[in-house]
């Protein structure tokens, strides 16, 4: 057993080796997975609507939903937390064409604005709200145009800027910001040991074209990395290891947490994306929409109760029953702004609070709220994981436990981002009382946000 522990390390540290001596299959794998996402996208375009008759084994839409929606993005998420973005890395369509495009493109220089740190934010929000408005976890004309003008955007941003480097992926992808977060939990990564770069006489010692524009000699965590194994043995100085999953929140990217990481994480991820996967079953989503259809009754307007707009603005599917009107887009709008609201003060005050208790310097304790990453990617990765078995469930294949085990995780994610406010303590503050009280205060929203959570599961 104690041979096999030793053993450990070595392995996973060749198998970074692995990943550099086959960058040619790789290549291949990536188009591969290009001609898969295109079949995906197209293909749905061509046919038919499916009707209740149609399951997910037996009609191509359906199928095309199932994996894009029940299989693609959920368990995405979940490896990301598991080994870090080697999606991003190895697998991603997108990122494959954008450096592709970028190698035969015009090499331009990367513009100030491009570079703003708030873009993963604006443009993951824009994509999800957008999403809900167009129903594209059920129809295929909105996914088709929102990840394929993603991809677009990608392909164009590569043939401009940069030179064989993925720029879009690295400052304009939607999901950019969500695999950083969720990643920092991963217990893998590529590892720089300065002393070994200093030297550098050991080694590969040719230069390594990273695509993400990460400056690797001074890479701390796995939060930019893409994981794809170019840089393995470089200068005999970096390393794909094992770490604590913790270590990258406690110790290293954590302390150098942005106030756009603070916004993700809070009144997006636990306050955005929850409204935003649940808001159809949602009792506030009707007693709003009550109250905003007594007003115009009252008004005496008619158009926002019954005009139509197309497909790619609202959603509108009359044959398949299916139309969302003004006052249902601005009662969604309302509920999502009422959920970012109520996480933020949910999160915020006690964070702040907290801050105070420790002696946290600074604007707002961005890195107590880092903390709260393993709870934002469990409800992320359950809310995603609904998908996956309210499609089966329509089909009449029933997942025994799913409801339990989706909880579970919320529960373990909660515990444990509850123990890393008790330890990011300890960089603030040395008594012991003081940590405690402090992570007494942040387990309460923990807690009743996860208790909310659950309940959405059983309802």
């Known amino acids: ?41 197209t293909v749905p375009l061509l046919l038919p609507l499916p009707t209740h008759t149609d399951y997910v084994w037996s009609n191509a839409v359906r199928f095309a939903q199932f994996v894009f929606w029940g299989v693609w993005w959920p368990f995405i998420i979940l490896a990301t937390a598991l080994v870090g973005r080697f999606w991003c890395g190895i697998l991603c369509p997108e990122g494959a064409l954008s450096e592709f495009a970028s190698q035969r493109g015009a090499g331009r220089a990367i513009p100030g604005w491009m570079r703003w740190s708030g ?53 304009l992808c939607p999901v950019n910001g969500v695999f950083g977060t ?20 050991q080694g590969r010692s040719n230069a390594v074209n990273c695509a993400p524009l990460i400056p690797i000699k001074t890479m701390q965590g796995a939060s930019a990395c893409h ?19 913790a270590s990258d929140i406690v110790h290293g990217s954590g302390r150098l947490a942005t106030m756009w990481e603070t916004i993700l994480i809070v009144p997006v991820l636990l306050g955005l994306v929850p409204a935003a996967l649940h808001w159809s079953d949602s009792g506030l989503f009707q007693v709003i929409r009550l109250w905003l259809v ?14 139509r ?17 003004p006052v249902d887009a601005l009662t969604l709008l309302i509920l999502l702004s009422v959920s970012i609201a109520a996480a933020t003060l949910m999160f915020g ?6 801050a105070r208790i420790l002696r946290v310097r600074g604007r707002f304790p961005h890195h107590i709220v880092q903390a709260l990453i393993p709870l934002a990617a469990a409800c992320l990765f359950s809310g995603l994981l609904s998908l996956t078995v309210s499609q089966l469930r329509s089909d009449g294949v029933v997942i025994p436990y799913s409801d339990q085990f989706r909880g579970g995780i919320v529960l373990a994610a909660a515990a444990w981002s509850a123990a890393l406010v008790f330890r990011i303590g300890a960089f603030y503050d040395t008594r012991l009382a003081n ?16 208790i909310a959570w659950i309940a959405a599961f059983l309802s």
Not at 1 to 10: F, K
């Open 227 to 245: 994981m794809c194994g170019r840089c393995s043995g470089y200068r005999g100085a970096i390393r794909l290891c094992w770490r604590n999953p």
């Open 182 to 201: 969720v990643s920092k939990i991963a217990p893998l990564h590529f590892r720089v040991d300065p002393d070994s770069w200093r030297i550098g006489q």
């Open 119 to 171: 873009w993963p934010v604006v443009s993951f929000v824009s994509t999800t709200v957008y999403g809900q408005l167009t129903s594209i976890y059920q129809y295929p004309r909105p996914a088709a145009l929102l990840l394929g003008g993603s991809t677009f955007a990608a392909i164009v941003i590569g043939a401009r800027y940069g030179k064989a480097k993925r720029v879009w992926c690295r400052f």
């Open 294 to 307: 007594e007003r115009c009754l009252d008004l005496h307007l008619a158009w926002p109760l019954s005009q």
């Open 435 to 450: 940590r405690v009280w402090a992570t007494l205060i942040m387990a309460v929203p923990i807690t009743s946000f996860s």
């Open 349 to 354: 005050i006690p964070a702040v609070v907290c």
């Open 309 to 325: 707009l197309p497909w790619w603005m609202l959603t509108d599917y009359p044959l398949a029953n299916d139309v969302m009107t």
């Open 1 to 41: 057993m104690t041979s096999s522990l030793r053993a450990a390390p070595a392995l996973v540290a060749r198998f970074g080796d692995v990943l550099l001596r086959h960058q040619a299959a790789i290549r291949r794998l990536q188009w591969v997975m290009v001609a898969l996402y295109a079949v995906l996208l």
